[in-house]
């Protein structure tokens, strides 16, 4: 048997060399990146630099100048593993003493793999009773302590009640937010909610479901269901139609001629970007395989159901209810510790409960403006939160607002992003409005889309919040008026390799040059299909 043979010019090769070059590269740089080896740092010392951060003035800016791998060991060692439920209640007995009067706590706190604690979040309730009727308003706080660094407390999610003084039941949920953020609060490696639910009756019965809700890995890349899929829209084209093209000049052309030449090229390009193709989706689906499959699930850890009894003879004890710590206010950009120690009183006797005086409570105001393709999937989305404190009277911090997108496929990109606010701290009412501009960029397509929309929502001091329905901007239209420039290259391309074709012998350079100008202006048309139908939004909803 001879020698393979490969007849590519000399500029060729060079080339291909050069992309292999480029690619194996790209392999090392893929399987590096995250290359830290488990026990390479010792568990003391990473313990003693935990420490010393937890106590630390600035704990980020210390953990940047720690070595790469000191500081990737410090984020695996802070990493959740486990989280406990736990659930308590018995009987409080106010100073004045109208009626039976219950405490309630059910909440969660989350542990490392060596057993540390890193946060705690209780929902705390406190209430009386006579008669099936709850006589009181029930008093509704959440304690949130972060209790290791590079931890924060990013706000409530949800927090809501219903009934109560007056009648039957009264119920109340909550869900918190907790972050993993090692070096700016933007860059988060772990994510995770819990949303504890409880209701009480007036004939002193309780009861409480917690759930924990996993947000990890992060979801602000592309590698989520519908994006993973819609990305292969595009990026098996673009493999697909170099190896078509090759085939066909080498099956049509004799071998050893110009345009067989051309499609062994071709045929390498082809197999190269394919190769890329699968390490991207590898590279990322490593990291974000939990992803693929829907939305986040969630699991019920805890139920718990009891009835009470009479606790009139019970005598007055002292108490202590953990305020919100220090860290967690420091952790919310925007927030103050006088802003949120204030979610629970410092301290409080035990028959506290009953109608009062009652604290700031603080909120987190969070809406998602999302655009949609024809079939009504996700294409790019819009998350915008404040976070603001009240009284009754008036908001007593300076509300924080902060924002999130999520592109679905890679090619949606925020371009623009302006927010303004009116009102705050001493006013009644505080409203944002956010100006933002997202871009379609493809492919061979060049950019097709803006995308431009506005999300304005208030908040108030008694605690309530509201969205404007705001018309949203049809730029669905203008999209596909701005398709028309690479249809009318597509065509150009069809019409010249069927020219270059038809006018010269199969194994011809100009054959060769046909058969490619007819797949690129085949793969263009492809794309404009596929980029009218599942890239382009159509609609956009608030929720």
Known sequence: MGAIRFPFPGYARLLLGGMSALLLVTVLLACGADGHEPGTTDLASITAIVDRLAVSDDPRREFSELPDEAGQAVVDYLKLEETESSASGGPTTPIDAPDNCERQVSGYMARNAHGRALWTYESITEWCWADGIITTTPVFTINAEIQAPLWEFAGHVERQESGGQGQAEHSDSAEGLFKLCPETPDDCVQDESVRVEKWRDGDGGYGSETWEIDHSPDRSGPWTSPGYYLAFLVYIPLAATPLIAARVMRRKSPRGSAAWRLGVIATALGVLVAMYVVLLVVYAGIFSIGSWFGPDSTSVSMTTSVERVEVMEIPVEETVVAPVAAQVAAGHPGGSEADRAQL????????????????????????????????????????????????????????????????????????????????????????????????????????TQHDNQLLRKSQHADGTSAVDDLPHQDSYPMALFSLIGPLIVALTLLVTGRVLRRGAEPGAMAWGFGVGATSLGLLMLALLVVTGLFFVAASHTVG
Do not use: M
């Open 344 to 447: 629970g009183d410092a301290t409080s006797p035990s028959g506290s409960a009953g109608p009062g005086p009652r604290a700031d409570e603080c909120s987190d105001n969070e809406v998602r403006l999302t655009a949609h393709n024809l079939f009504g999937q996700p294409v790019w989305s819009y998350r915008s939160g404040t976070w603001w404190c009240w009284d009754g009277v008036e908001i007593t911090n300076e509300p924080n607002v902060s924002a999130w997108t999520l592109s679905q496929g890679q090619f949606w990109n925020l371009v623009d992003d302006i927010t303004e606010e009116y009102g705050g701290q001493g006013e009644w009412t505080h409203s944002d409005t956010a100006a933002v501009t997202f871009e379609l960029c493809l492919p061979l397509l060049g950019c």
